[in-house]
């Protein structure tokens, strides 16, 4: 998991739920990533852009933004986005996975390109949903 020395990521967009939530942490530019990249992900989904796609190269993706306000991951830990980003979609896919080494993920997700866009947009908003709600829910001591 990537470490920083930074102060906690903000993006200032008041409609993100990780980066509004309590509790920041040096995770939470990678959070704020996954799911700037999920919603993403819809836009292109509805270009009819093949999940596979939409699923690989997120952190060069990201980079390419120029504004200040959209979280840019290191190049060292485009990899570690790319696993997560694909772990936390074949979750919503259903796949009880707990890791991103879960050797089944690839076929959920070669499963999940055949459906078609729409199912694929409610795939991704699904993902979404669990993974806020997953970063976001207090924490049990
Ligand atoms: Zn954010």
């Given amino acids: 998991m990537p470490r920083s020395t930074t102060p906690a990521w903000n993006c200032h967009n008041d409609a993100c739920p990780i980066c509004t939530a309590p509790a920041r942490d040096e995770m939470t530019l990678m959070r704020c990533a996954i799911l700037t990249l999920l919603e993403q992900g819809r836009w292109m989904a509805s270009d009819e852009i093949p999940l596979p796609e939409i699923l690989s190269a997120g952190g060069k993706y990201l980079s390419r933004f120029t504004d200040d306000d959209v979280p840019a991951p290191a190049a060292e830990h485009w990899a570690w986005l790319e696993a997560e980003l694909r772990l936390t979609v074949a979750r919503a896919a259903g796949l009880d996975a707990v890791s991103a080494l879960d050797p089944r ?6 499963t999940a390109a055949r459906r078609t866009w729409r199912r694929q947009i409610d795939l ?14 207090p924490r049990t001591a």
């Fill in 124 to 137: 991704l908003d699904l993902a979404a949903e669990q993974f806020t709600e997953l970063h976001t829910r």
């Fill in 105 to 110: 993920i690839d076929r959920v997700l070669a």
